[in-house]
Every structure is written in C-alpha cells, then in structure tokens.
DNA sequence: GGCCTGGAGGTATACGTATGCATGTTAGAC
DNA sequence: GTCTAACATGCATACGTATACCTCCAGGCC
C-alpha cells in the first residue's frame, strides 16, 4: 500500500540500496544518479518508513520526556525550549505524563521507542533513573535531581536561592517570616528549604513548625497554606514560597484576605516565570534562566547519547538571582517584630 | 547486545514465534509453555522491540500533537486531558510545536511513526490537513478547525459563545463595546467575533474600528490592545476577549492603570481556564468543558483510526455558557453612555 | 598492453517481530 | 485398532531500511 523505497528504486531504475544511499547524503552515487532518485522519490511522494530505519539503525531519533502534571503552569517554560533544543539535534519529543515516575511504565522507555530520557519530575530516591541506568538508556534530570551522582543533571543552586531569598527578607528587617516549601521528596524542595533555614539561622531566625508549611508546587498549595497563615493569632510578615506557582497561590490567598502586599506582607517566589511579573502579581522572586537549563539538559542528554555510557555524570548547575518587584518590603510598623 | 525474543525463547525452549505468540495472549498457546515463556522473559527483562513490532505490524500507537506554542496558558488544560484520553487507548503522544502548521515537517507526520495527528492550532485553509488527508493519516481538529468538512473535529460553538457575551454585555446596559479578538486566520478568533458581532448588532450596537483589535490568542494581545483602549478619548466601558488568556493581559494593562473592574470597565473572556477563576482576575468568561472536548477529539480520532477513512467527517460542538464571575457590572454611571 | 586503483552501484543480508502454513502429537470416535 | 480432528508448536517468511561486501568498468601508470 504504502510507496517504498523499492518502488523508488524501479521508478529511477536503479536498485533500492542506491536509494537509500542517495538520500543518505553517501558520497559514492553519481550526482546524475542521485539527481533521478530524488526525482523518483518527488514524484512518488516518498518518505522514508521510520519504522524500517529505526529496526536497522537500533535508534529512533526521540526523546522521551516525563513530567507529573502539564497542567502546572511551570513545566511549558522547561518543555518548550526543551523541545526546541533537541529538535535542533533531529530528536523528536514524546511526553509521559504520569503521577509520579513510579507509575511511568518502564516498559515504554526501554523498548527502544526513545534513544534517551529526560527526567523533570523525580522524587528523590526514585527507583525509575535506576531502572533506566541499568537498561543503559541514557537519561538526564532536568531542574530536579533524584540525588547526587546519580545522573547528568541540569539544575539551579535551590540552597543559594534560598539563602538569597532568607538575606533578602532579613535585610528588610522581618523577623517574623514564614515557609510554604515544596515536598521533601524533591531536590528543589529540599535544597530551597534547607538554604532558606541556614541563612535564617544565620541571622539568628527560626522557623518554627506552625510558620513552615509543604506541599506540592502547586497553585492550592501556596493558596492553602497562605489561608492557614493569615489565620495565626500572629501572622507573618514575610513568606518564602517553594515556586512561583505557590506564590502565585499564596498571593491569591492573600489577595482574596484582604492582606496588601507588600505593606503588610512580603512574599518571595522562586524561578521567575513569566506570570510573575504581570502586573497583577509584579512579584519578586529568585530568578534564573530557564531556558538555558532546558537546553543545558538537552546538551548532557545528546552528548551522553553520542558518547560512552561509562563516563561520570555532569552536574550543571546555574546561579540564581533575586529579582525584585513589589511583593517585598520592610515590614510593617504595625506589626509588632 | 539487546535481549531479543529469541533469546527468550531458547531460555524457555520454545521457538521464537511461540515466544511472542504467549506474549501477546494467543489462545492456542499451551498454559504450562506461557508460564515457562513469562519466566524466562522476567529471567532476562526481556521487552519487546517496538521497532520490530511497528515494521510488521504496520502500526506505531502512537498520536502526534501539533501545537504552537506549549508556553500559552490554555493548551496544557486540553494536551493533560489529550494525553490521558490517548493513553487508555493504549496510544503514546508525541508533540510537535512549531509557529505555524506549515512549519511543521510533514514527513514527520506521514512516515508512518504516527498512527493519528491531533491539530489544535491549524489556520483557516491550513496546508496540513489536506496533505494528511491525502496521504491518508487519520487526524481530528481539537478546538480550532481549518474549515468546515475538512475533518473530525472537536470544538465548541464559539459564534453562540460571542452571542453569550454580547447578550450580556448589552443585558447590563453597555452600550459602548470593544471586542479584542483571536486572528481572523482560526476559527475560534473569526466565529467568536461573529457571534458577538451580530448580537450586538441585533441590539442596535456597532462596532467602530477603534474599538476593535486583533491579535494571537496570548497575553500580550490582550495587554498591548487594552493599553490602546484605555488611551482612547472615549474608552469602552465593555471589552469582550478572544479568549481568558487573552483577558488577563487585559485585566493586568487595566490594573497597570489604575482602571477599575468592574466599576469602570467590564470584561469577559472565553474558555473559562482555570487561572480565570483566580481571586486576582475572577474573570466572567464563556466556559466550556475543556476536559470533554479534549477527550472527544481523542474518541473521534481512535475511531477514524480504527474504522474507514470514507466515512464523512464527524463534528462535536459543545455549548457553552456565561459563568458570571466578578469582571463584569453594569456600566458606570459617570460614564455617559 | 597488462596491472592496479578507485569510483559507482548491485547483491546479500540483518535488524526483531508477527503470522500463515505445515507438522507432529494426542485423544476421541467408530 | 485405525482414522480423524483438534490442539500445540515449529518453519518460513515478510515488513522497509541500511550497510558490508563484492563486482564491474574505466582510466592511469609503468
């Protein structure tokens, strides 16, 4: 049913081999020869069967990308330029959306349908990089890391955005400040968190358990656990949150309160999507770029492809930057410190 | 290198065909072999090549997505429920994103590693699906269609949508109206300004040029028209939005400049995302099930895969409705009407 | 003028799976 | 006890491409 390589072959009068060779750029046919190919394969409207290439070849020019939730406003900005990148590399980008990598079924990554994997939302400790490792199916961890060492990963410095965020806030002056991180079971939560902590201890701050709030880097997240806050016999002046997307959460929250930010509330996010600095929200946050990381992940993962399975991992990590716009001031002089 | 049904099958000593033949639950397969067959393939982590599998079965399961931009908003609420709708089908996605449906390469589409392509941003008179239908790819248009007949498609009524909203724009006494539309290129952009055209002609309301932008379905749109809006001598005191994307950069411009909503401006946008119903924006918009239609593209489309491709196009069009939020109120009376 | 070199293309085959057909074995029927 | 049918499995092959290897031919060199 299908047009063939054959059907070229006979149509130019040459033999199917050639045509494979012609359209394979090979330096051995004639210029004449390859020019009544091409004519063939027009005429014919030929193209390639994948299938066949990729039996012979032992490769399929895709990339497989798993993420938890697409809907989360955050992950387009990493898959966009993602895609962009390993396109510029002649991959293609299948998407694996599942809960969480342990409902990912393996199977799909590892029957040869994908020449590698790019890994956004690993928990630590996830027994899916293990799995692909010992399947030798290059992989590389974008913005999240399952743990050190465990992988190429293409990630941001979580612990200095949380020290930059804990400094910032300090240097205002509050001494009333509040968390809302994302899981323990994630680098970024994790790293966030604990820079958060250090640079507050620093300053001689504590946090204590009814001020730290965790959940998922969601939108109700932030929104929740904000709710909860303003609801505190003596609320915070400031609040960390685990992304920009909790902070978006919050600032809702807040906005639904009837609390102003800044004046009676700073709120700091972190990644600096786009969203954050529309007007409506102008919030300040601890930036960095994005795109760079989707491409730096895009570049371990195809030179790990090229190259030996064998060689250590690489870590690239970008530096973070406060980015500040309006939801950050000195604390109010209502507000007792 | 890889481990191959063969290999299985002489750990299991069965033959090769055996070996796939209790893999895919041949009833002629004896119990005892099958169990001997799964042993041996849990023995070696054997998973079957889908390279070999596609070439003989001529089959991929897989779906390609064409979008062009995963960044907006509003295409991860229709691809998160694409995916799932794909995936009980047993089909795998794989996304295509480049700015315009003529970018995208059609042998990509038509090499046959794609069993079915999903359009969600094809322009009116778009290339792509005739070529699809000419190389006889099964395809479905999900939200936007290229024209009417052209293919499957799943899409909301979006002239009644513009007719909702101009109903109750002037039900609230607006006299002075502006519309910032989708592109005259898409269908939803062109039938939405229809509906709402005609409505607001049946109440005896124009629509003058200055009153009237255009522009991509995205928050710039939206933020860069109502600028121009709010600049004129005599600023509308409604403004009806191509979509909710599309209204926020609108409603942030409005914030930006001190304008009051609803008090001195109404809005209303369309989809009804669920950024809309954010505290912030609040938006009254047309909503519609974004969930369903999703899932009605993948049915149409696993459909068209399975049964003949003479048979007519289908259409789904579900109706939308007003879900009235807090963007819109009766025109202000220091306004002159 | 024989020999060698290199260019151009053909021949044969492999990739891993699924399936039509042939084969062998066993049990049931008479 | 032979014949047959049904069942379980093996054999052969096809899917469409890429590539190692071989062949053929022309031209240059001595």
Redesign the interface.
């Known amino acids: 049913m ?1 047009i063939t390589s054959r059907d070229v072959a006979r149509l130019a009068g040459v033999s199917q081999p050639t045509v494979s060779r012609a359209l394979r750029g090979d330096p051995r046919v004639a210029a004449e020869t390859r020019a009544r190919v091409e004519s063939a394969v027009a005429a014919l ?1 030929y ?6 290439r ?2 012979v070849t ?1 490769t ?1 020019k ?1 990339i497989g990308i798993v993420v938890s ?3 989360n ?1 955050f992950y ?2 990493l ?2 330029p993602l ?2 990148a390993l396109e510029d590399h002649g991959y ?6 599942e809960p969480s990598d342990s409902q990912v079924s393996v ?2 990554l ?4 994908v020449d590698g994997v790019v890994l956004l939302t690993s928990d630590v400790g996830s027994a899916l990089p293990a799995e692909l490792s010992r ?1 030798r199916v290059p992989f590389v961890f974008l913005n999240r890391e399952s743990g050190p060492g465990v992988g190429d990963a293409a990630v941001v410095d979580n612990d200095l955005g949380g020290r930059l965020a804990a400094k910032h806030f300090t240097g205002l002056g509050h001494r009333r400040i509040a968390g809302i991180f994302g899981p323990q079971t994630t680098s970024t939560g994790r790293d966030r968190e604990m820079g958060f902590r250090l640079a507050l201890a620093d300053a001689g701050i504590g946090l204590s358990p009814e001020l730290t709030h965790r959940g998922s880097f969601e ?1 109700d997240t932030g929104h929740r656990a904000m709710r909860e806050l303003l609801a505190l016999p003596s609320p915070p002046t400031a609040v960390f949150c685990g992304n920009d997307v909790v902070a ?1 959460g919050a ?3 807040a ?2 309160a009837g609390v102003r930010v800044p004046d009676v509330l700073s709120l700091i996010g972190f990644d600096d999507i ?1 969203m954050a600095s ?4 102008q919030l300040t946050t601890i930036g960095h770029d994005l795109n760079l990381m989707a491409r730096s992940a895009a570049e371990l993962l195809v030179e790990r492809i090229k190259g030996s399975s064998t060689e250590p991992p690489r870590r690239i990590m970008s530096r973070p930057h406060v980015v500040e716009r309006s939801t950050t001031a000195p604390p109010s002089p209502r507000q007792p410190s």
Chains 1, 2 share one sequence.
């Open positions: 299908a409207g193209v390639p069967s994948e299938a066949g990729n039996l032992r399929a895709r939730d697409l809907t406003p387009p900005h898959i966009g895609h962009d293609r980008m299948m998407v694996f959306t199977g799909q590892v029957d040869g349908s399947r939108f978006i600032l809702n929250a906005s639904a786009p529309w007007e409506v929200f």
